[in-house]
């Protein structure tokens, strides 16, 4: 610890990185923590891409926040900041205004969330409990090292550590609200209440394009089936482990219209339905990681017959890598002594992969630029003993379309005769498009960049609209990041620092009551 500790001091020193005092557990800055600092060291605001790689080093997997929650509170420590921490894991950091002059004006929440999905790809390596995320550099594009890099939401923590640790901007009072379990539950979102914070502008800084502001997103539930399945012995323990791999996945809301992401368990499905009837049993299928991902990988282990099962392979393979050209499909013989599932089960699995829907279902006809409105995810598989557990996210921007998708999934999964669980998600968030907060950050990015910022919803979970606070005026805004919650996330460089003055800027002018 020590070390550790001494190395950070020294870096600190040359590079003017804040150092991690009381109240924080100093994460381990091994010599990955160099290594990333070599891939970062001309971007700009310095201070950002400082703590975005010292946030890199800790751990951040959902409902596991509290070392990443500590860091937060130290860096509100040292800068003599009041941070509370609330029962489920959120913290508020309050930052009084710059001036005397701006006491009086309207309270600021600026709100991230501390966690992040945790996707890799296999044979990688990672732990995401105890590694550090392994930056690579591509010109203007920041990886990592074949996981998810975190940026979704690292970067916002960390835009939001560097304006509490500045001491040379213009603003009023200022709260910053780091929220947990994004990515999974939304406990975070749904705890928060209007006592939660004073303020009644919220700033979110969880989207994806430099040049767009958010104003509604998307509600969501999760739909999950269980079948009890029986089993059956087969003739040989010689079996296959079938693997497709290498496919884009990505986010099931922003990506999920994007026609070259295809479905892991879908193909899978797929290629199982094309092989003669009764020459292959499986034994154990998985396939997916989250629920809020477009599935990349499965892998089944099956007894079949391999030259059948090749050639079904290559034809799958040439029907689609033109779409996606980093499929892969390997078989690798394995050992098994589990039973298969018997014929009339593998029957009724492989119809409802093939039954269940995914993708668009419906376009919004609200607005005048391509927006999907409500679509489903087929998300994850695997077999836990007699049972199949198959999980799927809906997500729609108007209530009815929400619960429309739900009840068909749902009725997909009895029809097969499927137990269902369902899960309700993040609520949808109602665009105002006459948001104060809205205006100040339109004027401001006008006068930064001359032109109009884009003004939209998107078919994302967004937290603003689980937020129970009357009468809160909320916008969502962020640098751009490209294939989040897949290991092909990264983040276009170039626009951090456009965007981080973009939100100082609107910043001082709710203080200065510039409208």
Known sequence: MKKHFSYLLLYSLVHSMPIIIKGAQAPDFSTVYGQNAVQIADLKPEIVWNYF????????????????????MGIAAQHGLEAVQDSVGNVVVSKPASSAVYADRPGVVIQCHIDMVTEKNDGVSHNFATDPIRFVRKENM????????????????????????????????????????????????????????????????????????????????DVVGTLQVTRQVIPTTTCYKLTIDGLKGGHSGVGIHETDRLNALKIT??????????????????GGKARNAIPRFMEVVLAADISTLESAIEQLKATYTAVEPGLTITLQPVEST????????????????QTIPHGVRTWSEAVDYPLVETSTNLANIKTEGDSVIIETMQRSLVVDGLEQIRDDVQQVFATFGAQTTIKKGSPTWQPNPDSRVLRYARERY????????????IH???????????????????????????????????????????LVGTLEDIAQGND
């Open 53 to 72: 790689n010292t946030i890199a080093q800790i751990p951040r997997i959902s409902g596991q926040e509290q070392e990443i929650a500590n860091y937060v």
């Open 142 to 221: 920041l990886y990592a090292d074949g996981t998810t890099l975190g940026a979704d939401n690292g970067v916002g923590v960390a835009i939001c550590l560097a304006i509490i640790a500045a001491k040379d901007l213009v603003h009023g009072p200022l709260e910053f609200l780091f929220t947990v379990q994004e990515e999974t539950t939304f406990a975070g979102a749904n705890a928060i209440n209007e006592q939660s914070f004073n303020g009644r502008m919220l700033i979110n800084v969880d989207a994806e394009v430099v040049d767009d502001v958010y104003i509604g997103s998307a509600g969501s539930y």
């Open 269 to 286: 499905a797929e290629l199982l339905a094309s092989l003669p009837s009764g020459s292959f049993n499986i034994v154990s299928l998985r």
């Open 338 to 353: 589990q039973g298969a599932l018997s014929a009339q089960d593998q029957e009724r699995i492989l119809q409802l992969l």
């Open 446 to 457: 006008k006068r930064l960049r001359g032109t109009e910022v884009n003004v939209k919803a």
């Open 460 to 502: 994302a979970g967004l937290e603003c609209g689980a937020f129970n606070v009357p009468g809160l005026d909320a916008i969502s805004s962020g640098p751009t990041i490209i294939d989040p919650h897949s290991p092909s996330e990264h983040i276009d460089v170039t626009t951090v620092h456009p965007y981080y003055a973009w």
